[in-house]
C-alpha cells in the first residue's frame, strides 16, 4: 500500500496536480438547501392554473381554431409536399389554377405564415414561368417552411 502512495505521490509531481480540498458545509448551507429542496417540491406538487378558454365555433361545433387566410379573397393554390432547408426551396404540388413568375403567393401554416413574390420556379431542373394544375413545381422561399403548409394566390 505505501508503494502505490509514493507512486501516486511521483505522479502528482510529474503532472503537477494539486491535492484536493474537501469542502465541508455549513449547518447554514445544509439549512438553505433544505429550504430550496423544500420551495421546489411545493412548487411542483401545486395545482396548476387552468388554461384559458377558446371561444367555441359555432360553425364547427367545437374550440378549435382554424387557420384561416390573411385576405378572404385567396385561393388555394397548392401544398407544400418536400422542403430543402439548405438550399431554402420547397416542392409544391399544384391543386388549382396556375402559378406565374412575379405572382404573390400567401403560405400558411401551424408556424408559418407570409406572403412573398415568386422569383425562381423550376420544374424537373428546369426553369419555368407559368405552372398549371397538377404539377409539382420546385418554389424558392423567403422563410422556413413545414411540409403540409398551404400555398395561396
Do not use: N
Not at 417540491?41 to 365555433?57: E, G, V, Y
Not at 431554402?88 to 403560405?107: F, H
Request: aromatic share 4%; hydrophobic share 40%; with cysteine.
Amino acid at each position: 500500500m505505501t508503494m502505490i502512495r509514493k507512486i501516486v505521490d511521483v505522479l502528482k509531481e510529474v503532472f503537477w496536480i494539486k491535492p484536493s480540498r474537501k469542502r465541508h458545509k455549513s449547518a447554514r448551507q445544509k439549512k438553505d438547501r433544505k429550504a430550496v429542496v423544500k420551495k421546489i417540491t411545493k412548487m411542483l406538487k401545486a395545482p396548476k392554473r387552468p388554461a384559458a378558454k377558446q371561444k367555441a365555433c359555432p360553425a364547427k361545433g367545437g374550440a378549435k381554431s382554424v387557420a384561416k387566410p390573411i385576405d378572404p379573397s385567396l385561393a388555394e393554390v397548392g401544398v407544400i409536399t418536400h422542403y430543402f432547408d439548405r438550399i431554402k426551396v420547397c416542392v409544391v404540388k399544384l391543386t388549382q389554377g396556375s402559378v406565374l413568375i412575379g405572382d404573390k403567393l400567401t403560405i400558411l401554416g401551424a408556424k408559418t405564415k407570409f406572403v412573398q413574390k415568386v422569383w425562381s420556379m423550376q420544374i424537373e431542373s428546369a426553369d419555368v414561368k407559368v405552372a398549371k394544375k397538377g404539377q409539382l413545381i420546385g418554389l424558392k422561399v423567403d422563410k422556413i417552411v413545414a411540409v403540409g403548409d398551404k400555398v395561396y394566390k
